[in-house]
């Protein structure tokens, strides 16, 4: 199982082991990761789970699609060249190791 | 030792309430009691890639259930809350257990409209992962699938079975499709979508009999159907509100504050009635409305989570919704009902345009299809209270996100 370290906004960071093939926003919904909202539960809804990926991961991530694109301008924190939705980020081997952080606000 | 919170449903809108009451730093006690046997999960897949076999199981609850105990949420699964005694704030339990509440949140939800035809009891409803899990296990072996009612949910259906490579048929007693959420212009617009997909369907068709192998149509026809479906709309559950004596209308009544007339009990997510500030159907805002949607149930558990925390703010989150169909996915923001002017913005032919529309030359809500720009841009501009014109909607050329930029903070609708 690929482990994923998610960094609360005020530093806190948990490492947590997400199934393969579940979404990174599943891995910290389902173990009551705060920081990551998902209201939608993964449909590309909402934009309230918004991460900044760790840079050294960037170019293994999977593209931006259209509809991920449209919503990231619509997340509560900074949009930043490293902002993603996780519900978009497949926890694949590649990313085994994968270090995201949480923004101050997703509503 | 405070009795806390008790919120009767296990729906999305109940999980929701006991994870915003513990986000808000709410510390007294809170339980969650539900109907069905799984904890919480998610509804909007079971119509869809759930259906599809392309999610799995595992992947449906809202939450692990260790999240639970970490919350000190208590979870009370496949229990059936029979009574409300509002004078001395407990309920009873069908099993005749006692529990005390000092705020009560009724997220009760909604139950499929049962079919009222001859044979009725051969078709498959969804609501429920049970009921999802009964239709997939039929699916399989389908060759012909007939689902009764063109609404969201009677869509989905035929848009998975359709995927499956089954011979689907939709038959909807009204004269256009999910006529009670968009104008023609939408629906019939599905209509083509669905026809050009290999779906049969039929408008102004009632059904009168389901038989073991075929539907039996008010006009003598037959359609074949190893399989049956039905999504013709839901009941709110009121009834146990009723018996407490609490106000029912469309749903369970409640006030801007989505608490009922006693100030201890609130009604949140599908079986509430409430003023909606985005509602304009008829002259004035502001309207009762009853809405089935997942935002209108996470927004309103977190309004009603903020009230037991001491705030005092009243619900004014925009109306959104979503339904995918085959490559359609379509977005609606804001509530259309009333409007007197429609535009469009971008293109039909390519399915990727959306339809704004108006009422007195106020700009009430926007359809989109394939147009995810502007539906988050509506959301937008319908929560800042920013009026966009039908020219300017109609306009390419006019960045609706610049008009969300442009908006000055603190306007509210």
């Known amino acids: 199982m690929p482990k994923v370290t998610y960094i609360a906004y005020t530093g806190e960071s948990q490492t947590i082991d997400v199934p393969a093939g579940y979404s990174v926003m599943e891995g910290a919904v389902r173990n009551g990761i705060e920081g990551i909202v998902a209201e939608c539960g993964g449909a590309c809804m909402c934009a309230t789970c918004h991460v900044y990926v760790d840079e050294a991961f960037l170019d293994r991530l999977p593209p931006i699609s259209e509809e991920q694109e449209e919503m990231l301008n619509a997340t509560a924190a900074e949009r930043k060249p ?23 606000r997703q509503t | 030792m405070p009795a806390g919170v008790v919120i009767i449903g296990g729906g999305q809108a109940g999980a929701e309430a006991a994870s915003a009451l513990r986000v808000l730093g709410y510390d007294a006690p809170i339980l969650l009691i539900g109907d069905e046997l799984q904890p919480p999960y998610q509804r909007p897949p079971l119509s869809k890639d759930y259906l599809l076999g392309k999610l799995d199981a595992a992947r449906l609850p809202l939450r692990a259930e260790a999240y639970y105990d970490k ?35 009724l997220a009760v939800g909604a139950r499929n409209r049962p079919l009222p035809v001859k044979g009725a009891e051969r078709a498959l409803y969804l609501r429920t992962r049970d009921e999802a899990d009964a239709i ?17 949910i009677g869509l989905e259906l035929a848009a ?12 909807e007693a009204g004269p256009r499709l999910m006529a009670r959420a968009v104008p023609p212009l939408l629906s019939n617009f ?21 038989e073991p192998d075929a539907v039996r149509l008010g006009d003598g026809n037959r359609r074949a159907a190893d399989l049956v479906l039905a999504g013709i709309g839901v009941i709110p559950n009121t009834e146990l509100a009723e018996d407490a004596g609490l106000a029912i209308a469309k749903g369970i009544v409640v006030d801007e504050f989505l608490r009922t007339a006693d100030p201890d ?7 509430a009635e409430y003023p909606n500030i985005f509602s304009r159907a008829n002259a004035t805002s502001g309207e009762r409305v009853r809405l089935e949607s997942v935002q209108n149930a996470v927004d309103q558990a977190k309004c009603v989570a903020r009230q037991i925390v001491g705030e005092r703010a009243p619900y004014r989150d925009v109306p959104w919704f979503w339904t995918d169909q085959f490559d359609i996915r379509f977005q609606m923001a804001g509530l259309s009902s009333g409007h007197d002017h429609s535009v469009v913005r971008g293109d039909m032919e390519s399915r990727k345009f959306s339809a ?19 539906h988050i841009a509506v959301r937008k501009l319908l929560a800042a209270g920013t009026q966009v014109t039908p020219e300017q909607a109609m306009d390419e050329s006019f960045d609706l996100r610049r008009a969300v930029d442009a908006t000055p903070a603190g306007r509210t609708p």
């Open chain 1, 82 to 104: 490293n902002s993603r939705l996780s519900c978009q980020i497949p926890a694949i081997p590649e990313l085994d190791g994968l270090i995201v952080r949480m923004p101050d």
């Open chain 2, 265 to 271: 009990i609130f009604a949140i997510g599908d079986c």
């Open chain 2, 356 to 374: 704004f529309y108006f009422k007195q030359g106020r700009f009430l809500a926007a359809d989109s299809v394939n147009r995810f720009g502007d």
């Open chain 2, 190 to 210: 599905f209509f083509d979508v669905h026809r050009s997909e290999g779906v049969e369907i039929l408008l102004g068709a009632t059904v009168e009999e389901i």
């Open chain 2, 136 to 152: 997939r296990e039929q699916l399989g072996s389908a060759q012909s699938v007939a689902v009764i009612g063109g609404g969201f």
């Open chain 2, 160 to 171: 998975a079975a359709r995927k499956l490579g089954k011979q689907v048929t939709v038959i």
């Open chain 2, 71 to 105: 919350q000190k949420i208590g979870l009370l699964m496949g229990q059936r809350v029979i009574t409300i005694d509002p004078h001395m704030k407990r309920l009873r339990l069908k099993s005749g257990a006692v529990i005390p509440y000092d705020r009560l949140i």
